[in-house]
């Protein structure tokens, strides 16, 4: 680089505020930090190089030898990577994706991800006569031969021995969902039950993990009755299948089931996720008689408005979404590895560099940890039903719209929902923007209460158990302006959102207790089934 170079990079930063002068800035910036990382280097053996704050970094070896050089030089190349690709100036869109995958390339070509760059996996393998090496690379075939990466030992769970163990039985099923009835724990149990709808895309235990966690048992010790949607894992034989089959099929037929069995016209219902999606799109097209027969609805990370879809945007344009429709056609079902993918690429460290460093370059094998274990069990999507989701609701933004979409032959407005609902959002939640679902509360026309929850898409609203929780929610906003605005004005209590939204259900739709039943099901229903059913034991196939 001569000097009427960076002169000339210098007088078009000055031409104003364009995306070549920002380019040519943050060029700049890297070739001087790159100058004086190279002279400290030669001058002072490394000294005077800052310890880096970033994990992947933290380890002594690090520290020693050409290896401050090595990191600190990546540290400087991924900055200047990911600032050029920010400054770009282009459409929103393009912008996103751009930034996007320059982190994620900037994160791929890491010193750490290598053994050849990895002083810690090179001291390990060291130490241990090679040993390291030898268990990584069998992890490494253990985990080409599942198509992808372990991030927990599955060996140490089953579905029904340590996972979903609370007891019931399934009194329903047809060819789309198996519903669960749940066995009292209390003596006396409130006759409105509680009917849950989870989402499609991955197997409702995650309400039921195991005593610590289940939301499913704590409802139960409260003295409420729970009724459970297990949703079929879809096979390519049934890639027709749509939102009018989940909507008619699914859930009104659990609602009406559950009505049977429980003899209540007053059921509580909730849906978490795309299960609270469909339960909009339900609940705006249901017909009166079924209607009637509701208390309220409960929303959790749920959307109508799709303006801001968060972070998985960067998958979902019309290219994007061309290729993989055209995968679709052959395949008749969106694997539902591929959106555990697709959701691992949004935390790349954490969710995949993470493991396979540790996993393949140390090789440790990973500890169990059941929420892992339930995200990589994972469920297909059919085709038509994914093409809608994404196409009409994502990208054209339609649920909003009043008439813009007709589900099982009925226009779409959601201001026909007009039972109290309950939303909740959790404030680190990058799949639903909580803002995005703040939205929700204008678009229905019924009274609602909005809460929001420190805490992640699965840990601030499912996994949320008040017994040591270090969660705390948001609630009582008076603006209702903005969501900025009901959160300066809501207050602030530490502990679960839990029991806050039961004393909600008992405000909005009051119902006696009695006597717990002592069956499950009824004549017509009976026990088909020990919970937590079979459909959910089925894989990808």
Not at 68 to 79: D, N, Q
Not at 117 to 133: C, D, H, I, R, V
Not at 299 to 318: A, N, P, R, Y
Not at 336 to 357: C, K, P, Q
Request: charged residues 20%; glycine residues 8%.
């Amino acid at each position: 680089m001569n000097k009427e170079f960076f002169k000339l990079l210098e007088d078009m930063n000055k031409s104003g505020d364009n995306p070549f002068g920002a380019w040519a800035e943050t060029w700049m910036s890297y070739q001087k930090d790159m100058a004086k990382l190279w002279m400290t280097t030669a001058l002072k053996a490394g000294e005077g190089l800052e310890p880096s704050k970033d994990n992947r970094f933290r380890g002594d070896a690090w520290n020693e030898g050409v290896f401050p050089l090595l990191r600190h030089s990546y540290e400087l190349t991924a900055k200047a990577m990911v600032d050029m690709a920010d400054k770009a100036g282009l459409s929103d869109q393009e912008q996103d994706k751009l930034s996007f995958y320059a982190r994620i390339a900037a994160d791929n070509m890491s010193p750490s991800n290598f053994l050849a760059t990895n002083p810690e996996a090179q001291k390990l393998a060291q130490e241990s006569g090679g040993q390291s090496l030898i268990d990584g690379y069998q992890n490494l075939m253990e985990d080409l031969e599942k198509g992808y990466i372990s991030t927990t030992d599955e060996d140490a769970f089953e579905v029904g021995k340590n996972l979903a163990t609370t007891p019931g039985s399934v009194i329903y099923r047809n060819d789309l969902i198996e519903l669960i009835q749940y066995k009292p724990m209390a003596a006396k149990t409130r006759k409105a039950p509680i009917l849950i709808v989870p989402p499609c895309v991955n197997k409702f235990y995650i309400f039921d993990l195991n005593e610590k966690k289940s939301m499913i048992r704590y409802l139960l010790e409260q003295g409420q009755s729970v009724f459970m949607i297990a949703w079929r894992n879809p096979s390519p034989e049934m890639g027709d299948l749509g939102w009018d089959e989940y909507v008619s099929d699914g859930i009104f037929e659990a609602l009406r089931v559950t009505t049977e069995v429980s003899k209540s016209d007053s059921v509580d219902i909730m849906g978490w996720c795309n299960g609270g999606t469909m339960l909009v799109a339900a609940l705006a097209v249901m017909p009166e008689d079924l209607k009637a027969k509701l208390g309220t609805a409960t929303f959790l990370s749920t959307m109508i408005d799709f303006s801001d879809s968060g972070q998985i945007k960067v998958f979902i344009d019309e290219p994007q979404v061309e290729a993989y429709n055209q995968r679709l056609k052959s395949e008749k079902v969106a694997p539902g590895r591929d959106i555990a993918n697709a959701m691992a690429m949004l935390h790349v460290n954490e969710s995949i560099w993470g493991f396979v460093v540790s996993n393949y370059l140390m090789g440790k094998s990973p500890a169990p940890f059941d929420v892992l274990y339930w995200n990589a069990d994972t469920q297909n999507l059919p085709a038509n039903w994914y093409s809608f989701f994404v196409e009409e609701m994502y990208m054209a933004n339609k649920l909003k719209e009043p008439g813009a979409l007709t589900i099982c032959g009925t226009p779409v407005d959601t201001s026909n929902i007009d039972v109290p609902c309950y939303f909740v959002a959790a404030d680190g939640d990058h799949i639903v923007p909580w803002k995005t679902s703040f939205t929700a509360t204008n678009l229905v026309s019924g009274p609602t209460e909005f809460v929001l929850t420190t805490g992640g898409h699965v840990s601030g609203t499912v996994i949320n158990h008040p017994v040591k929780t270090r969660r705390k929610f948001w609630a009582a906003g008076s603006d209702q302006s903005s969501a900025e605005g009901w959160q300066e004005s809501a207050s602030l209590t530490e502990g679960s959102w839990w029991p806050h939204w039961l004393e909600w259900l008992d405000q909005h739709n009051p119902a006696a207790r009695g006597a717990a039943a002592k069956t499950l099901g009824n004549r017509k229903y009976k026990r088909l089934a020990d919970a937590p059913g079979t459909y959910v034991l089925e894989g990808e196939g």
